[in-house]
């Protein structure tokens, strides 16, 4: 335009002078607007300079060294793997191992825009915008299809009121809706997107997986106004109310042959074949670990109605309390482990979001609310374990040699004899599983405690284990799994920074130095993959 005005002839100078000062002040519009601007409230934290900015210098910077965290990962996955499902951060190349349907911007979106990453917000979304996930032909996992894709689409519609997003998630939900055709009607463990009945595949049913659709879904019915997607992923619970009538926890009609009794009414089994009968251990660890984050979870975010949810969750509480926790006679370790004909000292890094649930659930009265039953616990008990677990949730990290938590490790535990005490001593942790691959459930935990207790010492914790990813996970384009936690070196990078890394870790590492006031816990529920929704009020 600009150079156009001067080509025309018998225009005067102070017409051009016009005409540059309007196309400057639209360019510079231009430059501020992006279609993400009208940004949930509550959602974004104030930039380092804001003079309202409530942070002290330390805990500033701490943060600040967390976004630039981000802003590496997320340059790397941009440089060498825009579209593609991963980024490779050895070998600087590009993974489409989920199909080619975006899983870590999709994933990434609603970190970025809370950390006020408005160009790299810009960036994913028009790489989603370049993704057909129509065209993925491959059979995908329900769970993660449903925690990632559907859970980041809304929660990254919620953030920016983009209503693409609303639809993506749409889109999402119906491709998978064939998958609850089964035998029971959960979800199948596999399937393939937009495809039928025919392509659902697995053996049987896990925990986790059939009991971590129900947040997403229902939120999706209740802001499309359809209740499709929460009436397939409600047939569980009634699944598992209906239980007590049948003779639960005791009846061995209830399980399979050689499956162990559970010891309490709260904790059930990892699987349920397609006949409904149930077999594996118990625990709040792999494989079931969301399932019971999540009948909390939508008690709080459907605005504390499902009454019958919150006391399962009670029930499962108490499950833990009494059959899967064990303190070491010197109280260093509290060890959640799970059971299976009696307790079994081992440990999942998945486990260590259970502090982090458990402080969420105190935080919204689940345990103090008028009407509640008797129960052999109280809040303070449920604060005090939490605390106990979350340090040797920690302690796992501290007291490696690359100050990462392995995957999975056993303690050795031997029969005090020395006192009348019926606590163990440990002789010895065995890594069970010495990998690390950038998990968020420990720093999970510490957002929760800190959230809760205002106590510094969670920060601190929070810092160090910031402070050990960045010396050894940092690549030259992003961060990376380590294949074992004891041996550090360059040939021990696992090539592998799972989508969680953006979505969860590092979100939770953000929030764990931004003050209350970002994502408030009374008006959002951050999902199991850490994707934040709006409380609905009654
Ligand atoms: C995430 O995808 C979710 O947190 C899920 O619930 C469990 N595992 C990973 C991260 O470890």
Known sequence: MFVLLLFVKGVEMSQVLYGILIVGAYTVALLFYSPSSTISPGFQSRPSNDPENQ???????????????????????MKFAAGADELLPVSNSRSDRWGHIGTTPIDSLDTLLLMNLREEFDEGQRVMRSIDIRKCTRSVSVFEM??????????????????????????????????????????????????????????GYMLAEIGSNQLEMRYLSHLLGDPRYAQVSERLNTFLQGLDKKGWPSSRELYDDDAPTMPHKGLFPTFISMEGRFSGAAGWASRTDSFYEYLLKQWILFGKRDVELLEMYEDAVEGLLQYLLKYTSDKHYAVLGYFSYGFHATMDHLVCFAPGTLILGVMHGAHSYSGRRERSFSSDDVVNVAIDIAATCYRMYAESPAKLSPDAYEFVLRQNSESNSSDDVVTNIVYRNPKYILRP???????????????????????????????????????????????????????????????????????LFSDSTVLPLDEWVLTTEAHPLRIVHP
């Open 55 to 77: 942070l002290n210098p330390l805990t500033q910077s701490r943060r600040d060294f967390v976004v630039e965290m981000t802003k590496h990962a997320w340059k790397g996955y």
């Open 441 to 511: 459930e420990v720093v999970e935990s510490l957002f929760y405690l800190y959230r809760y207790t205002n106590d510094e010492r969670y920060r601190d914790w929070g810092w160090e284990i910031a402070q050990a990813i960045e010396k050894e996970t940092k690549t030259m384009s992003g961060f990376s799994a380590l294949k074992n936690v004891s041996i550090m070196s360059d040939e021990g990078k696992a090539d592998s920074m799972e989508s969680f890394f953006i979505a969860e870790t590092l979100k939770y590492l953000y929030l």
């Open 146 to 203: 449903i925690i990632r894709h559907l859970g980041g689409s809304l929660s990254a519609y919620l953030a920016s009121n983009d209503t693409f997003f609303l639809s993506l998630g749409k889109d999402v939900a119906d491709g998978l809706l064939h998958a609850f055709d089964t035998p029971l009607g959960f979800a199948a463990h596999q399937t393939r997107i937009w495809g039928t009945k025919s392509d659902n595949e697995g053996s």
